[in-house]
């Protein structure tokens, strides 16, 4: 069974371009996220979909910050425009059902803003 | 506010046993998960509390104490490849990651 793919794995953009990340989550699971992992640091959630429906978006920046799950499957996350401190990892996971027990991560996207 | 607080670094050799506590401080709580990451890698789970007491999964055994927000993560035996950040995590509705733990082991 194929897991979490998520791609670009790496992009490097100038500051104020746009940017977007991809994510196909593991057939049949319901629940994606999007989190942000900054070096040393544990992943941040920047929202949660169950379905299409965004449950949680509480932490995502709006200014900038765009994300969709159009048909409850693929999502995709934008930044537009990217700035210097957005330089992180990019990490989607999901889950089956509605429950947090056991989410499954993809390779990230890391993302480099100069 | 909510918090989880990890030590950021832990040193073993191999064939030891190592403890990673978790203390946790969150709105609402379900269970505790601990989640494994290498170094340029994924975070992949590795286990989950909703009750307390032990969990036991091989080498790896996860302890929770919802009275005193209190977990730990044990890993017995421990190889060169268990070298990685160990992650608690909060199920409040939302899956919330504590800071990680650094755990380097020597041979």
């Known amino acids: 069974e194929a897991g979490v793919v998520q791609s670009p794995r790496y992009k490097i953009i100038e500051k104020k371009q746009p940017v977007a990340f991809w994510c196909n989550p593991i057939?049949?699971?319901?629940?994606l996220y999007w989190y942000l992992q900054n070096l040393g640091q544990g992943p941040e959630l920047l929202i949660r979909?169950?379905?299409?429906?965004?449950?949680?978006d509480s932490q995502l920046p709006k200014d900038r910050f765009s994300a969709e799950r159009l048909k409850g499957v693929d999502s995709t996350l934008k930044i537009q425009p990217a700035e210097l401190g957005d330089s992180a990892v990019y990490l989607c996971?999901?889950?089956?059902?509605?429950?947090?027990?056991?989410?499954?991560f993809g390779q990230g996207t890391r993302l480099t803003v100069v | 506010g909510q918090s989880l607080e990890q030590p950021s670094e832990v040193t073993a050799v191999e064939g030891a046993i190592v403890q990673i506590n978790c203390t946790y401080q969150t709105s609402g709580f379900y269970g505790l998960s601990w989640y494994q990451q290498h170094d340029g890698g994924a975070p992949t789970f590795l286990s989950y509390n909703g009750l307390d007491g032990l969990e036991e999964t091989g080498r790896f055994s996860s302890f929770l104490s919802r009275s005193d927000s209190y977990g730990y993560l044990l890993l017995q035996e421990l190889q060169m490849k268990d070298s990685a950040s160990y992650f608690c995590?909060?199920?409040?509705?939302?899956?919330?990651f504590g800071t990680g733990t650094r755990l380097q082991v020597f041979p």
């Open positions: 995590a909060v199920d409040a509705d939302k899956l919330i």
């Open positions: 979909y169950e379905n299409e429906e965004a449950v949680d």
């Open positions: 996971a999901s889950s089956l059902g509605d429950s947090n027990t056991e989410a499954f």
């Open positions: 057939s049949g699971h319901n629940t």
